[in-house]
């Protein structure tokens, strides 16, 4: 199956063998009845297993052209699981410029039990092998990041990462399978905040993690089970549903976001517009080369980095929501240094780029002519 099939059919063949209904039915249960101990259709317990997210996980494998997936609660309950295959001494290299939360994850949380981290700038990806020793045992890769829109050479850290024979996990949340497939381009680990462009709808709150190899599935489903970040059939249903409709969507916030990108670009009052589409973004070949389109993310700061303005601008906007999250259907815009990524200290998100005046739009599938109507009103 090509992609745009994938999505609606992918990993969902005979899903219902009692009735032979089109979508998977949400089955809400508890647990699953036995014969005799052990006597079960497959399903035991619906923390371990459930029809619907089973048929999700299914779907989530076949679109990132993966083996095996796993759906959890959210996106960082996902990431949680990842870093729960690491033990106390472990080293793992990450992406400087990548989501608030994640950063937190790893530096409230993970480095309290034992883990190191290094916060590197992954544009170049040279830059990584330095920080690689014996301890190393994962690298974390978010590209586009969240918010500059970096975009690092997945295939490259891929020959640093097979090299140095460290795991490589890769948040596909900005890109989708839609526009770049990781693990095609040797990575172990793909992860989404499946909240975003796969549920689409900005309905659900999960996670998913997608992978090749058997002994890694069965580490991370041990995981899911032991630690029990699961999400429910509801929600799995919904996701199901978001991603039949995954490629036009993304093929609109594409589009969307390139006329986006170049109205702010001309605008006299916009210092610096953030798009991996200009061909004067420092990795705009890569994301050419590794990527179908350039995805409906897009940041900017406004001249003179003034924090007030940039409030002023968020909140004059009508179409554009002033809201946390992204990727679902309506168009967001967020203030990075006061909401997603208020949890990075100031200096630190200032030298990643995060300053005062940043502004993040998700760009949405809307008529662009009312789009760019509500941009020009709020900048002024
Ligand atoms: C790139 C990225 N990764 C991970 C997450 C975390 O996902 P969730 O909010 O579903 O826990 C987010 C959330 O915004 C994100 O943008």
């Given at each position: 199956?090509?992609?745009?099939?994938k999505?609606?059919?992918?990993?969902?063949?005979?899903?219902?063998?009692?009735?032979?209904?089109?979508?998977?039915?949400?089955?809400?249960?508890?647990?699953?009845?036995?014969?005799?101990?052990?006597?079960?259709?497959?399903?035991?317990?619906a923390?371990?297993?459930?029809?619907?997210?089973?048929?999700?996980?299914?779907?989530?494998?076949?679109?990132?052209?993966?083996?095996?997936?796993?759906?959890?609660?959210?996106?960082?309950?996902?990431?949680?699981?990842?870093?729960?295959?690491?033990?106390?001494?472990?080293?793992?290299?990450?992406?400087?410029?990548?989501?608030?939360?994640?950063?937190?994850?790893?530096?409230?949380?993970?480095?309290?039990?034992?883990?190191?981290?290094?916060?590197?700038?992954?544009?170049n990806?040279?830059?990584?092998?330095?920080?690689i020793?014996?301890?190393?045992?994962?690298?974390?890769?978010?590209?586009?990041?969240?918010?500059?829109?970096?975009?690092?050479?997945?295939?490259?850290?891929?020959?640093?990462?097979?090299?140095?024979?460290v795991?490589?996990?890769?948040?596909?949340?900005?890109?989708?399978?839609?526009?770049?497939?990781?693990?095609?381009?040797?990575?172990d680990?793909?992860?989404h905040?499946?909240?975003?462009?796969?549920?689409?709808?900005?309905?659900?709150?999960?996670?998913?993690?997608?992978?090749?190899?058997?002994?890694?599935?069965?580490?991370?489903y041990?995981?899911?089970?032991?630690?029990?970040?699961?999400?429910?059939?509801?929600?799995?249903?919904?996701?199901?549903?978001?991603?039949?409709?995954?490629?036009?969507?993304?093929?609109?916030?594409?589009?969307?976001?390139?006329?986006?990108?170049e109205?702010?670009?001309?605008?006299?009052?916009?210092?610096?517009?953030?798009?991996?589409?200009?061909?004067?973004?420092?990795?705009?070949?890569?994301?050419?080369?590794?990527?179908?389109?350039?995805?409906?993310?897009?940041?900017?700061?406004?001249?003179?980095?003034?924090?007030?303005e940039?409030?002023?601008?968020?909140?004059?906007?009508?179409?554009?929501?002033?809201?946390?999250?992204?990727?679902?259907v309506?168009?967001?815009?967020?203030?990075?240094?006061?909401?997603?990524?208020?949890?990075?200290?100031?200096?630190?998100?200032?030298?990643?780029?995060?300053?005062?005046?940043?502004i993040?739009?998700?760009?949405?599938?809307?008529?662009?002519?009312?789009?760019?109507?509500?941009?020009?009103?709020?900048?002024?």
């Open positions: 199956m090509k992609f745009n099939t999505t609606i059919h992918g990993g969902q063949q005979n899903v219902d063998p009692a009735y032979g209904s089109v979508m998977p039915p949400i089955y809400q249960t508890t647990t699953f009845s036995q014969t005799t101990p052990g006597g079960h259709k497959g399903f035991e317990y923390r371990s297993g459930n029809p619907t997210r089973a048929a999700l996980e299914r779907a989530f494998a076949c679109l990132e052209n993966g083996t095996y997936g796993l759906a959890f609660g959210s996106g960082l309950a996902a990431i949680d699981a990842v870093m729960k295959l690491l033990k106390p001494g472990d080293e793992v290299v990450s992406t400087s410029d990548l989501y608030g939360g994640t950063y937190r994850l790893f530096t409230k949380i993970f480095q309290g039990f034992g883990i190191k981290f290094h916060f590197v700038g992954m544009e990806a040279d830059a990584i092998e330095k920080y020793n014996d301890k190393t045992k994962l690298i974390w890769v978010e590209t586009p990041t969240n918010p500059m829109m970096n975009i690092i050479d997945i295939k490259k850290v891929a020959s640093i990462t097979k090299k140095h024979k795991l490589l996990a890769v948040d596909n949340t900005f890109a989708t399978p839609y526009l770049q497939q990781p693990l095609e381009m040797g990575a680990i793909v992860m905040s499946a909240t975003k462009y796969l549920g689409g709808h900005s309905d659900v709150v999960m996670g998913a993690l997608i992978v090749n190899t058997k002994d890694l599935a069965d580490r991370l041990f995981i899911q089970n032991a630690s029990g970040a699961i999400c429910g059939p509801q929600d799995s249903f919904l996701v199901l549903r978001g991603l039949k409709t995954l490629h036009i969507r993304m093929q609109r916030h594409c589009e969307n976001a390139e006329v986006v990108a109205y702010l670009a001309s605008h006299p009052k916009i210092e610096k517009v953030y798009w991996p589409g200009f061909q004067d973004h420092p990795n705009h070949k890569i994301a050419k080369a590794q990527m179908k389109d350039f995805g409906g993310m897009i940041s900017f700061v406004t001249k003179g980095n003034n924090y007030a940039a409030i002023k601008i968020v909140e004059n906007l009508k179409i554009f929501t002033l809201a946390e999250s992204l990727g679902g309506e168009s967001l815009a967020g203030h990075p240094a006061s909401m997603t990524h208020a949890s990075i200290p100031k200096a630190e998100r200032e030298r990643i780029g995060v300053v005062d005046s940043l993040r739009l998700s760009v949405g599938i809307e008529d662009i002519e009312d789009l760019i109507e509500d941009l020009k009103q709020a900048i002024g």
